[in-house]
Structure formats: structure tokens, C-alpha cells
């Protein structure tokens, strides 16, 4: 064993909580590095396991049209492969397990419960939380009656492979049906987890709405104009940088539709102010008018080749490429892990090679990644025009909270305002990957580094507690935006998978983060100082998993 880098003297065995994070189309890992962070600074404490993470990369960049059978059974043998080196190596032994699925991520995590369901890997291992932030859980679909959404509708199926046929439920099996029906082992085995939460942009995200990621058949916020945002009452601002920001968990219940004086009299839906893109309305038209008129038309043509081209090669590839021997590898994950043979030995290798991998992410693919970054940016480009030619598109310019004083400070010292009851985020490298490498920088960053996000939890945990009701009850009638006009025509496929879905117990929780690209924003997928919103908006998520263990403690 010495030989592929294992200690001789072995730790006492410990238990471990997993937790997955699953990137989405055209992602990298490094996408969920925030959301990384804040479980293993947040969350640690108040669970009687160690919290390890896992973010998979054998499906990243253009592999990500593949499909959601090919790209789960992938993430499976990630997910084996880690079990297997966290028990070799560590003494970890893996007996918790939660998902974290962002964009098309929430589909192949789903997919992969039905599969990790179907073998018995939950008699072994317990579920707990299955997450997604800005999932297209009823697919993608245009409704507008131009000729944009009509093209984007015919042509979106066919630009991103085997997962583009997926998530517009024109492929043969109509998986997205198929994963959302009772009887199946994906709705059997996503119903095992103990917490089902949601994150669902209500504005600015142009890649997937917010009546496919909120699994409903409502758009109540197409008409923004008249749109009155209210989010829940008491949260607590986090700062981020050197900025104070406060998580932007909408209140449905409160938030409405105006009428004609109040129009006349409301200033938007402001938020603090964080971005000269977003304060300045000079800038903002200067770079749309560049990226408009030079920019997208030589790059548009360009990345819709490429996108088909890279189509094209993943239906080739999908045929031949031999599927992962998911039932095997179980096997040898049982009787290693959880019995009394050794971990095999070439599993153990290709576990560090993984990591290894995992942590070279950032210096690797530059090619493969700039292109499909390229990709999602012009996609987010296309939309944005289309939403500025119809009329439809978010022009708010200031920034502070809606309903509450404005608490903004953007020049504070980073030692300010710390105190017993606050944790803290260190800055991080996007080159950590395994559990070792992050606790050594983790506590190399907190004697050589300023703290960039410091977050009061225990505030954040009481205001989780104070709304829950509200998070976990989103009957349609409850909500004043939720309005016949508002309705869309939903299709009888679309509607079971609603249907279906909404028989669990979900915490829904709607956000509103008013920048460029929400969709990017809701996991700030570019780290803390660039989507301070998103990092705020997470640290409030990850108390809803504290105060979930903090009860199954007691």
C-alpha cells in the first residue's frame, strides 16, 4: 500500500457525511466552490459526522451533452471511488449522503438516486439532503409568441446533445417524465432523503426560469414593472468583502402586483449596491451596446458551430463509449467499505488520481473550457437581447433593500464587526479539491489571510426557524402574484412532472438577485467578492441544514 502513498499507521475509523456537489451544463467543478465552502465552514459543527465534500469532474465542460444516464453513471463511479479513498486513506468511513445539484446538475443527481436506489446503496447509507439551485426540474420550454422563442424551442434541442433532448422532453424516453414518476426508482429513491429543498431565481436568469426550477406551472414575474418584491422579514446581513449584504429569500406571500397609483410612486426593486455594472447606467449601456453590435455578431455564428459540432460528436461518442459497471464496482464498495476486505487496489489508484485531477482542475482543459464558457455566455447574451426587444428585461440601477433601510456600508474595514456569534470564509484556492488539501489551506488562510465572508449564524439559523412555515407551505392560492393571467400553457408531460414532484415535501425557496446573470449569481460560481448576493444567500441555506442536524441531535 505504501506504494501508492498511503500512511502506514492507520487513524481510527470515523463517520462521514458525503456531500455531492454536481455542477451543470458546460460547468466545471470550480463552479461549486463556494457552496463547498460554506458546508465545511458552516455546517461541520453541528453534525456528529465529518463533513467531506465530493465535486466530480468526469463530466465537465462539453461532456456535459452526453446525457443524464452517461453523466450520472459517471458521477456514480466518482462517488465509489471517494467512498473507497476516504476509507483507505482517512479511515472515513461514508454513512451519510446529500446531493447538490446546480442546473442541469439537479437532473443527473436525481437520475443517479434512481440507480444508487436501485443497487442498495441507501440501505448502507442514509440520505439526507437533496438540494438544487436553479434546476430545470419540468424542463426548458419558450412561451412567448415570437419568433425567438419558436426558433429557440426547435433549435435548442439539437444544440446540446443527448441532455438538450432531455431538458426539452423531446427525447424518445422523455426521461424528466420518467424521473418524476412515483412508481419509478428515481421519485422512490429521491423520497428517501429527509429534506428537499429548492432554489429557484425569480429574475435575470435567462437559462432556466423560474417556473421550471420552482416546479410550477406559474410565471408570475414576466410583467416586472409592476412587481413588488418583498423578501422574508428580520435576515441578517453578512459581509462579504468589504460590503454588508443580506441573503435575498423572496417572500411570496408578501410580494405583489401593483397597482396604478403604487406604480407611479414605486423606485424598483432595489438592492444594495454592488457592481458599477448594476450603479452606473452609462457603463451598463456602453458594454450592451459593444457586446450587441461587435461582439455577438462574430461570436454567435462561431459558438452555435461549435455547439453542434460538439452535439454532433456527443451522440457519436454515446454509442460507443462502454457504460461504467455500476454493479461491480457497488459490490467491491460493499465488501471493502462496508465489510471486512481491503480496499482493491486499483480502485485506491485511480481514487488519487481523481483527486489529483480534482485539484489540477483550474491549470487543465483551457481549450475545452474557455469554449463552453464561451457557449453559455453568448447563449446568455442571445437571451438577454431577447428580453431587451420584447420589453421584459430587469433596468434597475440602484441597489439597497426593498422594504428595510438601506444598512449598505461599502468602504469597512475587514477586522470590523466580528463577534462570538459570526463564522467565517476564508478566500479560497480553486485548485483545493480533497478533504487533506483543504484543511491544511484552511488553516494556513486563517493566520495569513483576512477573513472574506463572515456570516452570523446563529442569527441566520433563528431567522430559518422563524420562516420555515413559510418556506415549506407554498400553496399557489397563498400567493398574490400567482394569478390566472400568469398561467402558462403547460403541456400534459410538463404538467404530470409538476404534479408528480410536488406530491414531496419540498422548502421552496424563490430568490431574487438583481445582477447581470442571476444564474450564475445564485451559487457564486466566480467566488465571494463577485456575487457577494449569492454568497449571502447561501450562508442562509446552509442553516437550514444546521438546524436539521442541530434537531436530529437532540
Known sequence: MAQIGFKDEVPKEQNAHLFVLVHGLWGSPNHMLTIERSLRELVQECSDEKIVTLKPSSFRFWKTYDGLKLNAERVIRDIFYEIETLKQKSNYKVVKFSLVG?????????????????????????????????????????????????TANWVGQYLFGKSGREMFVTDHDKML????????????????????????????????????????EYSPFDNWSNVKIKYLKGLQQSRVGKIYVKPKFVDLKRSSQM?????????????????????????????????????LPFWIPLVLISSLVASIYSMIKIRVIPAPKIKL??????????????????????????????????R?????????????????????????????????????????????????????NS???????????????????????????????????EVDTKSND???????????????STFPLFTKGCRLPINEDKQFIIDSLNK????????????????????????PRTNPKGVSTICLWASILRNHLNEAET
Open 102 to 150: 446546480y442546473s442541469l446538475g439537479g437532473l443527473i443527481s436525481r437520475y443517479l438516486i434512481g440507480v444508487l436506489n436501485d443497487i442498495g446503496f441507501f440501505e448502507m447509507v442514509e440520505p439526507v439532503f437533496f438540494t438544487t439551485f436553479a434546476t430545470p426540474h419540468v424542463g426548458i420550454q419558450f412561451f412567448n409568441d415570437n419568433i425567438f422563442d419558436h
Open 259 to 295: 397597482t396604478r397609483t403604487e406604480d407611479e410612486l414605486f423606485a424598483g426593486n432595489i438592492q444594495e449596491q454592488t457592481s458599477i455594472f448594476r450603479s452606473n447606467k452609462i457603463f451598463r449601456f456602453l458594454i450592451i451596446f459593444l457586446v450587441s453590435f461587435f461582439l
Open 462 to 476: 433563528q431567522s430559518i426557524r422563524q420562516h420555515y412555515s413559510t418556506l415549506t407551505q407554498w400553496e399557489n
Open 329 to 362: 464496482h457497488w459490490q467491491r464498495v460493499l465488501n471493502s467499505v462496508y465489510g471486512t476486505s481491503p480496499v482493491d487496489i486499483e480502485d485506491a489508484k485511480i481514487g488519487l488520481q481523481n483527486r489529483d485531477e480534482r485539484k489540477s482542475m483550474s
Open 364 to 416: 487543465q482543459n483551457y481549450f475545452k473550457g474557455d469554449t463552453s464558457e464561451l457557449t453559455e455566455n453568448t447563449m446568455e447574451g442571445l437571451m438577454y437581447a431577447e428580453e431587451r426587444f420584447i420589453g421584459k428585461s430587469s433596468d434597475v440601477i440602484q441597489e439597497e433593500e426593498g422594504d428595510e433601510p438601506n444598512t449598505i456600508e461599502n468602504n469597512v474595514n475587514d477586522e470590523d
Open 177 to 216: 417524465k420518467k424521473m418524476a414518476d412515483p412508481e419509478e426508482v428515481y421519485y422512490k429513491g429521491l423520497a428517501k432523503f429527509r429534506k428537499h429543498i429548492l432554489l429557484s431565481n425569480v429574475k435575470n436568469d435567462r437559462t432556466v426560469a423560474f417556473y421550471t426550477s420552482f416546479i410550477t
Open 419 to 453: 463577534g462570538d456569534n459570526h463564522d467565517e470564509i476564508d478566500d479560497y484556492d480553486e485548485s483545493e479539491s480533497d478533504h487533506e488539501d483543504y484543511e491544511r489551506t484552511s488553516i494556513l488562510s486563517k493566520s495569513t489571510k483576512k477573513k472574506v465572508v
Open 504 to 527: 414531496i415535501n419540498w422548502i421552496k425557496i424563490p430568490v431574487y438577485i438583481d445582477a447581470w446573470n442571476s444564474h450564475d449569481g445564485i451559487v457564486a460560481r466566480r467566488g
